[in-house]
């Protein structure tokens, strides 16, 4: 079954906006085994809505539209949807009261323009919207389902669980779709690619793989589509089995998981600690790390230490190295990354020094360069890097990188990233 999403708002196209609904929306059809062809953003202008509706239907069987359902007057989707299903707007009295009671529970003095949130077409089915004011809306026209939610995303979230998706299953018969993703780090995706040639050409004809790279990793998706869903799981299964076999250094974790938390879960089964100190990434090692619920069975501190003051006082790095070698340096990293295991009395610590930018490199140290250290009791081990230019993506990697690196040293492993 093929779907197509919709979003209409002025707000998304000037950048206002990140259009986060058509990632939820096709994360939630994709679940329940439906394809989303295509999403498109448009205008808060009539006919260039009624055009792009003529077009999805044309080519979907499910369309779903986000936003313009507002009570002000730049809220134009319901009146433009009545007159594409050639319905009059009328009012729905179970949404009229459920709007004043809302408003009365929030203290709020509900004007007019409120109430004729209530006024929807007649051609409609009502998706009741227990999150807020603008129901949901299910229409049907040419054997294409047209379903308009409100832009507003927790409300969205809300009709889609409650109301879409039940309705959904409760109208196709649909076909299941399995997906397994696995995560890799220390291979480029050309690299990654390359090693997987033969692999690939063996795989299983009815499995799409896809590569999807970030900063942070590669994600090998496996994606399977058929009617019996513990068939399509075994086949998708037994390739990544072989997939392990070939990569096993190189796999991390699988689907929704973080680096972060496989790197909590080996400390919690190890009874390990870890702690952090950091230079240019300003904290954001020990911020992935405290993301994961219940990090305090094994993270204990960090210190920032963006200053030399700080990393000679706090740390005890050396004053001789500092001045030979510099804060971008592996002798200064390295003992960033004693000076706090010592410090905070941690089995485990990740230190970072480097030039995060858009300023401060030069001809030796560019921006981008980065030194890495990870530590235990018995041993430290550090890494050069040269990144981009771009600070923000500079200190994603280097976290990342920095995480790794402590992942494969708790494995006591040998310490190969990208």
Excluded at 24 to 52: A, C, M, R
Excluded at 297 to 309: L, P
Excluded at 334 to 355: C, H, P, Q, R, W
Aim: proline share 3%.
């Amino acid at each position: 079954m093929i779907a197509q999403i919709i979003t209409i708002g002025d707000e998304i196209l000037i950048g206002q906006i990140v259009d986060t609904n058509s990632a939820y929306i096709s994360s939630e059809l994709n679940k329940i085994g439906i394809k989303v062809l295509q999403i498109t953003s448009i205008s808060d202008d009539k006919n260039h809505i009624i055009n792009t509706l003529n077009i999805a239907k044309q080519n979907a069987q499910i369309v779903i539209i986000t936003g313009g359902l507002g009570p002000t007057s730049d809220d134009i989707t319901k009146p433009t949807l009545a007159e594409y299903f050639e319905s009059e707007l009328v009012r729905n009295k179970e949404v009229e009261n459920h709007i004043i009671n809302m408003m009365k529970k929030r203290g709020i003095q509900y004007l007019d323009r409120n109430i004729r949130q209530a006024d929807v077409p007649a051609k409609c089915q009502i998706i009741f919207n227990s999150s807020g004011t603008a129901p949901g809306m299910w229409f049907e026209k040419d054997d294409t389902v047209f379903v308009s939610l409100p832009g507003v995303p927790f409300e969205m979230k809300t009709l889609m669980q409650e109301g879409v998706i039940p309705k959904i299953r409760e109208n196709f018969n649909l076909e299941s779709i399995y997906h397994k993703t696995i995560l890799t780090k220390g291979l480029a995706e050309s690299v990654l690619s390359e090693k997987l040639i033969d692999f690939e050409n063996q795989l299983n004809t009815r499995i799409k793989l896809a590569y999807l790279p970030s900063p942070e990793t590669v994600k090998l998706r496996f994606s399977i589509y058929g009617n019996n869903f513990e068939e399509n799981k075994q086949i998708v299964d037994f390739e990544v089995k072989k997939l392990k076999l070939m990569i096993p250094d190189n796999i991390f974790g699988e689907d929704e998981q973080t680096l972060q938390e496989v790197i909590g879960n080996i400390l919690k089964d190890k009874g390990k600690t870890v702690s952090t100190a950091e230079s240019c990434t300003g904290g954001n090692v020990a911020k992935l790390i405290t993301e994961i619920s219940g990090c305090s069975e094994y993270f204990k501190g960090s210190v920032v230490a963006y200053s030399n003051e700080v990393k000679e006082n706090i740390l005890k790095v050396s004053t001789e190295n500092l001045i030979n070698y510099g804060a971008v340096s592996k002798q200064v990293v390295e003992e960033m990354a004693t000076g706090v295991l010592k410090l905070i009395n941690t089995d485990y610590s990740v230190a970072t020094s480097g030039i995060a930018g858009p300023d401060g490199g030069t001809d030796e140290k560019p921006v981008g360069t980065i030194w890495i250290a990870v530590a235990s009791k018995d041993r430290v081990v550090s890494k050069k890097f040269v990144f981009t230019k771009l600070r923000d993506i500079n200190i994603r990697r280097a976290s990342n990188n920095a995480l790794e690196m402590l992942r494969l040293m708790i494995l006591d492993k040998e310490v190969v990233t990208f």
